[in-house]
C-alpha cells in the first residue's frame, strides 16, 4: 500500500521490525512551528554571516552583537509551539527497546513536545556558558534584561551553550549520538540538510552498520542516493502519519507475541 507521501506498507514494517530505533533531526523539523532554518531560501544564513555571528572569534569580537541575536532568536523560539512531527516522535519513544533522539536543533522544542531519551548534539539556547570557570547553567531569562548577560557568580560574560563553526560538539553528545547510530537497526532522519559534518555522517554509519535508514525531507539531500528511502514531504504532515502507522504495526507484533511464560496474553483465561 503507498500513500501520497510514499509510505509503503514495507517501509512500515521493515521500521517496526526494529529493537533499536534512532531519530535524528534538524532544523526542517522546527520549520513548521515557525522557528526558520539555516539554509535555503529563507534560511537564517540568508541574511545573517555565520561568521559574524556563530563563531568563538565573532562573540569575542563583538558579544553584544552575537548575544542580540540569540536573543531574538530565543523571543521567537519562546513564541511558538512544537509541531505535530515533533509530538509524533515523542510519541515514538516508547514503542523500542532502545530509542534515541538526536538533534543538532538547540531550540528546546522536541523536549517540549516530551521527549526525553533525547541527545543535543549542538547544545541548547536556554542554557548559558560562564566564559570564566566554564560553569553551564539554564538560562531562562527572556527576553535578556542584561545584552551581553554575566555570570551572577564571577562577573565574567556568559555565552550560549551551543555549539559555533569551528567548535567540537561535546564529547559526551558526540560519543553518545555516535554509539546510537552504530548500533541501531533502523534511523528516521527528518528535516536536515545533512551539510553539517560531523552530525551529518551519522545516517551514513547507521547504514554503514546495516541500519535500515529514511529520511523525511521537503528535497532530496547528498544522503538520499546513500539510504534506504526519501520521503519528500513536509515533516509535519509525513512523520505523523508515518509515526501513527508504526505504532499501530509494533502494538499489533506485541499482541501477538507470546508472553514470557510462553503463553499468548490473549490465550489465557
Ligand atoms: N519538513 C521537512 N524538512 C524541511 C522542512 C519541512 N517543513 N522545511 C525545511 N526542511 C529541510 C530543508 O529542505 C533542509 O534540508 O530542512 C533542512 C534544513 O537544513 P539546514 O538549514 O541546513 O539545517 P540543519 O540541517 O539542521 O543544519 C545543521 O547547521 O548552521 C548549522 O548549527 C546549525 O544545527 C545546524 C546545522
Known amino acids: 500500500m503507498r500513500s501520497e507521501s510514499g509510505i509503503t506498507e514495507e517501509l512500515v514494517l521493515r521500521l517496526g521490525r526494529a529493537r533499536n530505533m534512532v531519530v535524528f533531526t534538524g532544523s526542517g523539523v522546527s520549520r513548521e512551528s515557525g522557528v526558520p532554518t539555516f539554509r535555503g531560501?529563507?534560511?537564517?544564513?540568508?541574511e545573517h554571516r555565520p561568521e559574524e555571528l556563530a563563531t568563538l572569534e565573532a562573540f569575542e569580537r563583538n558579544p553584544e552583537v552575537v548575544w542580540r541575536w540569540y536573543d531574538y532568536r530565543r523571543r521567537l523560539i519562546a513564541e511558538v509551539r512544537p509541531n505535530p512531527a515533533h509530538e509524533a516522535i515523542a510519541r515514538l519513544e516508547g514503542a523500542f527497546d532502545v530509542f534515541t533522539l538526536v538533534t543538532q536543533n538547540v531550540d528546546g522544542l522536541h523536549a517540549r513536545a516530551g521527549s526525553t531519551r533525547t541527545v543535543e548534539l549542538h547544545g541548547n539556547i536556554w542554557r548559558a556558558r560562564c566564559m570564566g570557570d566554564q560553569d553551564v547553567f539554564d538560562l531562562l531569562e527572556n527576553p535578556l534584561s542584561e545584552i551581553p548577560p554575566r555570570c551572577k557568580r564571577c562577573g565574567s560574560l556568559l555565552r550560549p551553550d551551543v555549539v559555533w563553526f569551528g567548535e567540537p560538539m561535546p564529547p559526551e553528545a558526540y560519543d553518545a549520538s555516535?554509539?546510537?547510530?552504530?548500533?541501531?537497526?533502523?534511523m528516521l532522519v527528518v528535516g536536515t540538510s545533512a551539510l553539517v559534518r560531523p552530525a551529518a555522517s551519522l545516517p551514513?554509519?547507521?547504514?554503514?552498520?546495516?541500519?535500515?535508514?529514511i529520511e523525511v525531507n521537503i528535497t532530496y539531500t547528498p544522503i538520499s542516493v546513500l539510504i534506504d528511502a526519501s520521503l519528500i514531504g513536509k515533516a509535519g504532515e509525513v512523520v505523523p502519519e508515518l509515526v501513527e502507522r508504526l505504532l499501530r504495526v509494533v502494538g499489533e507484533a506485541r499482541e501477538s507475541a507470546p508472553s514470557p511464560?510462553?503463553?499468548?496474553?490473549?490465550?489465557?483465561?
Open 204 to 213: 551514513l554509519v547507521a547504514k554503514h552498520n546495516g541500519a535500515f535508514v
Open 41 to 46: 531560501e529563507d534560511g537564517l544564513w540568508q
Open 178 to 186: 555516535y554509539e546510537a547510530a552504530s548500533s541501531c537497526d533502523a
Open 261 to 269: 511464560g510462553g503463553v499468548k496474553e490473549h490465550a489465557r483465561p
